[in-house]
């Protein structure tokens, strides 16, 4: 099998092991999306939270791991050591792992409907989160 390429049959079910690579690893605020009627570029977005940079690259090397163990690797990885997020791309499985300021600030779970939740876990992030800026600029 292509490295890169996952089987059609067996992406939800690699998906669903993604999420329990996040909670063995105390992922915060996990989410599994079913975005295959709405996305070209993967059939599931993961996106969960780390508490620090540190935790957000255990989190990703234990996924790097368990998908290797079912032969496949990553087709791209971006997240530099300051950034507070990753993502690993495994073509039809997007993972952003981030911390929590950086997940309000891009507010990724936004981009799809709610009713595509295949899985909401992982312990909530404190609700002590930055709010946003308002769109006029406005933070007060």
Known sequence: MNQNALPKKD???LAR???EVCEERKAS???LFDVRENSILADFYLVCSGGSMPHIRAIAENLRLAMGAEGLSAR???GLPGSRWMVLDYSSIMI???DPE???FYRLEELWDERKILYRGGTPVAQSRPK???ADGGGH
Do not use: N, S, Y
Request: hydrophobic share 45%.
């Open 76 to 78: 791209g990885q971006d």
């Open 11 to 13: 992406t939800e079910a």
């Open 96 to 98: 952003h792992i981030l």
């Open 132 to 134: 946003p800026l308002k």
């Open 29 to 31: 605020d996990i989410l």
């Open 17 to 19: 092991r993604c999420v």
């Open 102 to 104: 950086m997940r309000v």
